[in-house]
């Protein structure tokens, strides 16, 4: 379990300084991926509730610190996103990739306007179809993108320590 907790650290960290930094010249129709919410998802979706409820308060942690905004509003919607993600795998087949883009996908919408309406709903102008259009599309495709990269790579991961896992057993 410890292999696993250093791992998922050290993958939020570098996810964090990556979309801080080199992702600012790779903007594709001015938005980049969010590889935290990307990660977040994929753990859940191959973890269970509470581990992506833990990893996504963590990462959250982590963009709030990033952004430098309010701490914390990042935090609280990390948790919740890796609690439903991971609440609502339980019957889906790990493997096969194309789930995992349609919860990154759908994930990234909710997300996204959860953000853009605790961002304006103190000034009074809620445009839903702007941020949709210009913003949170171009988005969720970019994210679903680069998802395919990061899941085969936290699978593999997930995998070797699995393997681990069963072979260091006590019978």
Do not use: W
């Not at 992506?52 to 919740?80: C, E, N, R, T």
């Amino acid at each position: 379990m410890r292999i696993k907790i250093i791992g998922y650290t050290l993958m939020m960290v570098i996810f964090g300084l990556l979309q801080s930094t080199v992702l600012d010249y790779l903007k594709i129709f001015n938005v980049k991926p969010n590889l935290l919410m990307v990660f977040i998802v994929i753990v859940a979706f191959l973890g269970n509730n509470i581990e992506g409820a833990i990893v996504g308060f963590f990462s959250g942690l982590i963009h709030d610190m990033i952004s430098g905004k309010a701490i914390g509003f990042y935090a609280l919607l990390g948790l919740y996103l890796g609690f439903c993600v991971g609440s609502l795998n339980k019957r889906l087949y790990k493997e096969n990739i194309f789930a995992v883009i349609f919860f990154i996908l759908v994930s990234t919408v909710v997300y996204e306007y959860s953000v853009y309406f605790f961002h304006t709903i103190f000034r009074h102008s809620l445009d839903l179809f702007y941020p949709l259009r210009s913003v949170i599309l171009p988005l969720a495709l970019y994210n679903g993108i680069v998802s395919i990269f990061i899941y085969i790579f936290v699978y593999k991961i997930n995998e070797k320590y699995e393997a681990s896992k069963k072979l260091s057993r006590k019978y």
